[in-house]
């Protein structure tokens, strides 16, 4: 019956109900297994997965795992382990792990049975990525500003109070630059909604690839949104 318990995925709402759900009189029997360490990914598990800058290694459970479980979680550096800190995922199934940033080599670990499964990570040091830097004038809002490659998810900032924005960590080769005028504040594009009506918020993109090198900084100047 709480207002806003449930939304899709661009937060539009529904009006209140309610539902009753009888649960199972046996008991639960149904053991926390590893379901996958984070962020997934195909590669061989005796390859290292490389992380982006916005992304943290993890684990994830098939149900919501207790203190004992996460408590088994280590993190190793050339063998030995290293201190780090831990923050839930956002679907309480698991824990991300957060360690010094001078790390660019380590191993997560999770105890399974009578083994421990491991999955081997990498940081790319400063020296093989570049940065995209610029300002966004056009704007009355703070501006989701996305470097989007060729293939896999865009890299993610947002423009400061000038319309500054930099993306670092950046894999050489082309990106497309993607603008969000973020009028509702939630850091992410909305829809809009039909009841009470607001229109979807504005997307703008950059007219030409731009390319990122390693150790060097893109200026890609002053650019100015479409107008509404």
Partial sequence: VRS?????????????????VTTPDRNDKAAVRLAAFLPETRLPAD????????????VRFSL????????????????????????????????EVEIDGEVRTFSLG??????????RYRRPSPS???????RVTGADSPVIVEAVPASGE????MTDSTGAF???GLPPGD?????????????????????????PERISFGRDAQTVRARFETDVGEIALDAP
């Fill in 4 to 20: 806003g318990a449930v939304a899709d995925s661009e937060g539009n709402g529904v009006a209140k109900f309610e539902r009753v």
């Fill in 110 to 119: 999770v105890p399974v049975a009578d083994s421990v499964q491991t999955r």
């Fill in 175 to 199: 990106y497309r630059l993607r603008f969000v005028v973020d009028t509702d504040g939630s850091g992410a594009w909305s829809g809009g909604s039909l009841a009470p009506y607001s229109p």
């Fill in 154 to 157: 865009p890299f993610r900032t």
């Fill in 166 to 168: 930099r993306l670092d």
């Fill in 64 to 95: 919501p795992p207790d203190s004992a479980r996460l408590g088994g979680v280590v993190v190793t550096s050339g063998g030995e382990p290293i201190p780090f800190t831990t923050r839930a995922t956002t679907d309480g199934l698991g824990t």
């Fill in 128 to 134: 093989e990525t570049g940065e995209l830097a610029g």
């Fill in 47 to 58: 390859s290292a997965r490389t992380l982006r800058p916005d992304q943290r290694a993890g």
